[in-house]
């Protein structure tokens, strides 16, 4: 239908137009969410291409050297960890001196996730929540600066939940 989002256009979710407005991916650039038709995206516009990792990031160290690269994203992964400061350390680890971590995810205390708990219709894989503060401790215990945590809205516009913004957004640096 004319007007209508295509499979790989950015207009039909809000999460990819929100990345693809603020995030700029440069040199080597490692991505812990697997292939995906938004890792394409990514790819695509940015013309590099992403290390990926098969390792399991609960348990495992990711198999690159420290300080290896420049970027790093990470884009609703970390709900699904059982152990994410180790995942979080590993990300420092490999984020060069001054290099960029992109991160979003789903807040835990949005008002949609707040009625998903009480109606029992939380998303059964989501194994964490993220608070503001939360994310913030773990990001200073792994040695990170967040230079921007924005919470926003991460589904599609004209619903109840657009005020509430339920997602994170964030930008930090090692």
Not at 57 to 79: A, I, M, R
Not at 131 to 137: F, G, M, T
């Amino acid at each position: 239908m004319k007007g209508e989002p295509t499979k790989l256009d950015p207009r039909g979710n809000p999460r990819i137009k929100y990345t693809l407005a603020n995030v700029d991916i440069k040199g080597n650039w490692f991505d812990d969410g697997g292939e995906s038709e938004f890792l394409s995206i990514l790819q695509e516009k940015f013309q590099i291409k992403a290390h990926l990792s098969d390792v399991d990031f609960d348990l495992l160290p990711l198999e690159y050297p420290d300080n290896h690269f420049d970027t790093v994203t990470s884009f609703e992964v970390f709900e699904h960890l059982y152990n994410p400061l180790f995942h979080t350390r590993e990300l420092a680890r490999v984020l060069k001196p001054n290099g960029r971590l992109f991160l979003s995810t789903p807040n835990g205390r949005s008002f949609r996730s707040l009625v998903q708990i009480i109606t029992n219709t939380r998303y059964q894989y989501h194994v964490n929540e993220w608070s503001e503060s939360s994310i913030r401790d773990m990001f200073t215990i792994s040695g990170l600066t967040i230079n921007r945590l924005e919470r926003i809205n991460t589904t599609a516009g004209g619903t109840i939940t657009r005020p509430f913004k339920s997602g994170f957004w964030i930008e930090a640096t090692k």
